[in-house]
């Protein structure tokens, strides 16, 4: 798992980052700060991340598979790429997730069993409101992200209704 105490110098410039440009992304905040974007999100205001326990996986990717739209997004250091529409379910083989639904244009082979945190982030973006949910590897690497869809820049609001059922129901449950 990430290291998820921050010193509080490190989390003072963290908040003062967000309070000067409140669109800041954590990856380029984390890179400017030497530090994980799980240890930078685990920085930010309670009121903005939820992290939950990496056992719940295959629960919160089955909720999400019935969001009405969705953003995967993933991103390395030289490129964003992302996929809007439903969620693709998934199964596991040869240990991978395997992302394989017919017609589903997101595809791919997932290894979950290298998360080491999961994170609701309600966290604005360029003025718009954000929600998602963050996947995190052992170090506190991005591995990937899921973002409430949007309509016309607005959060659709029964996947807005959607993340915070579903993050509300895991404030509570333990690991």
Known sequence: MFETSVPPELKRQIHQIIEENPSAMPTHIA?????????TIFALPKTMRTFVDVSHFDAIWEALCHWEKVTFLKQTPTAIIEVKGKLPKGKYAHGYFNLIEKG???GGHLMVNKLGSICFLEKPFFGLESLSVQFFDQKGD?????YAGREKRELIPSVKVAFYTLRSQYQRKPS
């Open 31 to 39: 890179s400017q700060l030497g530090i994980s974007e799980a240890a």
């Open 104 to 106: 589903n244009p997101l």
């Open 142 to 146: 991005h591995m990937f992200a899921i």
